[in-house]
């Protein structure tokens, strides 16, 4: 398009996409450029009259009017940037270009949008902190703290919880509940009456206000909400599955979620989703490498490594601990009669019963096949050993009822004590290894201390 050379100064300005104005000492528009409208949201004589800080946002004021000061001085500013409140309610960014023409007694501004440009950086800030947070956080909770943390620096976010669904149990839980009126709800099945059963069922987020709320907890039957409610929910999706929820709710009625919004909390989700399963994973992985699949006791590897950090503290304190080393017996004659499955459920079976027979501070393993061992931490005497044996010695010896069948298996025990019987650790597990062989030996369904006499 050419412009004629006789078209007024004002229409050019009006050509511009930035905001052109003239201020005031006090900040009162005295003029404005028709693109105010898609910047601010007024038309120009919307505005005239009112001042820069009507419009500013609240928590900038105190900065902004400190620079207007430095600008009124003489000292003009190319690059500041603050923010305003759009005409609809939501915040826009802006930089500006601002000048004082003392003559004049004016300001003269520039204002430039920069709310994309700041939503990008803000994206960006948020994939860095919330892949930093995967990364250093200990666990997951230390996890959703954080990232509720830089929610908040994005979104109102006082109230924020995390959903996350088991689908093979049906099991709905939240491991991260923020609300200024209600608890935690309890884990239980997925259910269909709830803004958040409808995210995970659907894998669609949901953003609702107050009145879309009431009409679809009106078209599920539900009573209605007990308080105004602005709601934002995105699943957390990993791969084709949704495993849960990430949701902010706003009772105090000024806060207006939006697409934008909407669009930023799916973004942080959909990091949070993926640093869920990597934590997920490395736990199993870890889990793996110290217990046993089938049973889920400690392996030999960690059974050992507490049994050396157990004789250390007792070394050190003058302490005494046990060791004591079991296995079935007629267990190989039952995984070739009945089959490696029933053999498993059986081997599930005592380990259940063998954690019932010891306390929290102590540990039983097992190390391969059908041997198991317990670490019986801070005994006072030999005698406290032997009633564990025993009390080990009558559990696991009750008939076992595995898939209709009535199975007989009973342990041979074997008892080390230290300091008595050993010194290290590989001394003690030997010791009592070799004391469980005598009273297999011996016909089984026993104990044998080292060194002592058969137990019948």
Same mark, same amino acid.
């Given at each position: 398009?050419?412009?004629?050379?006789?078209?007024?100064?004002?229409?050019?300005?009006?050509?511009?996409?930035?905001?052109?104005?003239?201020?005031?000492?006090?900040?009162?528009?005295?003029?404005?450029?028709?693109?105010?409208? +898609?910047?601010?949201?007024?038309?120009?004589?919307?505005?005239?009259?009112r001042t820069t800080f009507d419009m500013m946002h609240p928590d900038d004021r105190v900065a902004g009017r400190a620079l207007v000061e430095q600008?009124?001085?003489?000292?003009?500013?190319? =690059?500041?940037?603050?923010?305003?409140?759009?005409?609809?309610?939501?915040?826009?960014?802006?930089?500006?270009?601002?000048?004082?023409?003392?003559?004049?007694? *004016?300001?003269?501004? *520039?204002?430039?949008?920069?709310?994309?440009?700041?939503?990008?950086?803000?994206?960006?800030?948020?994939?860095?902190?919330?892949? %930093?947070?995967?990364?250093?956080?200990?666990?997951?909770?230390?996890?959703?703290?954080?990232?509720?943390?830089?929610?908040? %620096?994005?979104?109102? $976010?006082?109230?924020? !919880?995390?959903?996350?669904?088991?689908?093979?149990?049906?099991?709905?839980? !939240?491991?991260?509940?923020?609300?200024?009126?209600?608890?935690?709800?309890?884990?239980?099945?997925?259910?269909? =009456?709830?803004?958040?059963?409808?995210?995970?069922?659907?894998?669609?987020?949901?953003?609702?206000?107050?009145?879309? $709320?009431?009409?679809?907890?009106?078209?599920?039957?539900?009573?209605?909400?007990?308080?105004?409610?602005?709601?934002?929910?995105?699943?957390?999706?990993?791969?084709?599955?949704?495993?849960?929820?990430?949701?902010?709710?706003?009772?105090?009625?000024?806060?207006?979620?939006? /697409?934008?919004?909407?669009?930023?909390?799916?973004?942080?989700?959909? %990091?949070?989703?993926?640093?869920?399963?990597?934590?997920?994973?490395?736990? +199993?992985?870890? !889990?793996?490498?110290?217990?046993?699949?089938?049973? /889920?006791?400690?392996?030999?590897?960690?059974?050992?490594?507490?049994?050396?950090?157990?004789?250390?503290?007792?070394?050190?304190?003058?302490?005494?601990?046990?060791?004591?080393?079991?296995?079935? =017996?007629?267990?190989?004659?039952?995984?070739?009669?009945?089959?490696?499955?029933?053999?498993?459920?059986?081997?599930?079976?005592?380990?259940?019963?063998?954690?019932?027979?010891?306390?929290?501070?102590?540990?039983?393993?097992?190390?391969?096949?059908?041997?198991? $061992?317990?670490?019986? %931490?801070?005994?006072?005497?030999? /005698?406290?050993?032997?009633?564990?044996?025993?009390?080990?010695?009558?559990?696991?010896?009750?008939?076992?009822?595995?898939?209709?069948?009535t199975l007989i298996s009973a342990p041979s025990l074997g008892i080390a004590v230290y300091p008595e019987h050993g010194q290290s650790d590989l001394?003690?597990?030997?010791?009592?290894?070799?004391?469980?062989?005598?009273?297999?030996?011996?016909?089984?369904?026993r104990y044998i201390v080292v060194e002592a006499p058969v137990k019948q």
């Amino acid at each position: 398009m050419t412009l004629k050379p006789h078209l007024p100064h004002d229409k050019l300005l009006d050509l511009l996409l930035d905001v052109v104005c003239v201020v005031d000492k006090e900040g009162r528009f005295l003029s404005v450029s028709a693109a105010s409208e +898609r910047v601010f949201g007024y038309r120009p004589e919307e505005m005239l009259g009112r001042t820069t800080f009507d419009m500013m946002h609240p928590d900038d004021r105190v900065a902004g009017r400190a620079l207007v000061e430095q600008i009124n001085l003489g000292q003009p500013s190319a =690059d500041h940037e603050n923010r305003y409140i759009h005409k609809d309610g939501h915040i826009v960014h802006i930089m500006w270009s601002a000048q004082w023409l003392e003559a004049e007694q *004016v300001r003269v501004g *520039v204002a430039r949008d920069i709310t994309r440009r700041k939503h990008a950086e803000t994206m960006q800030a948020a994939l860095y902190a919330i892949s %930093q947070a995967a990364h250093s956080a200990e666990d997951l909770q230390a996890l959703y703290r954080r990232v509720h943390e830089v929610i908040g %620096q994005l979104l109102p $976010a006082e109230n924020f !919880f995390v959903a996350l669904y088991d689908a093979t149990n049906d099991q709905l839980s !939240f491991p991260y509940y923020v609300d200024r009126f209600d608890a935690p709800p309890s884990p239980g099945p997925l259910g269909s =009456d709830s803004f958040c059963a409808e995210v995970i069922r659907s894998g669609k987020a949901l953003l609702l206000t107050p009145e879309t $709320a009431a009409l679809m907890l009106a078209k599920n039957g539900t009573l209605a909400a007990k308080h105004s409610l602005d709601w934002l929910g995105v699943p957390l999706i990993s791969g084709t599955d949704t495993i849960g929820a990430l949701v902010l709710q706003s009772y105090c009625g000024s806060v207006r979620y939006s /697409e934008q919004g909407k669009e930023l909390l799916q973004f942080v989700s959909s %990091q949070l989703a993926a640093a869920i399963v990597r934590k997920r994973t490395h736990s +199993r992985l870890e !889990f793996l490498a110290q217990y046993d699949q089938l049973t /889920e006791l400690p392996n030999r590897a960690l059974f050992l490594d507490r049994l050396r950090s157990s004789l250390h503290r007792a070394q050190r304190d003058s302490l005494r601990l046990a060791v004591l080393y079991l296995d079935m =017996d007629n267990f190989k004659q039952i995984n070739d009669t009945f089959g490696h499955t029933t053999g498993d459920h059986l081997l599930r079976e005592v380990a259940h019963r063998l954690r019932q027979c010891v306390r929290e501070s102590d540990t039983a393993g097992r190390l391969g096949g059908d041997e198991f $061992a317990v670490l019986l %931490q801070d005994i006072g005497k030999l /005698e406290d050993a032997i009633l564990v044996a025993e009390k080990i010695l009558v559990a696991l010896s009750v008939p076992y009822l595995l898939e209709g069948k009535t199975l007989i298996s009973a342990p041979s025990l074997g008892i080390a004590v230290y300091p008595e019987h050993g010194q290290s650790d590989l001394h003690l597990l030997r010791h009592a290894d070799e004391a469980m062989y005598v009273a297999k030996r011996s016909g089984g369904k026993r104990y044998i201390v080292v060194e002592a006499p058969v137990k019948q």
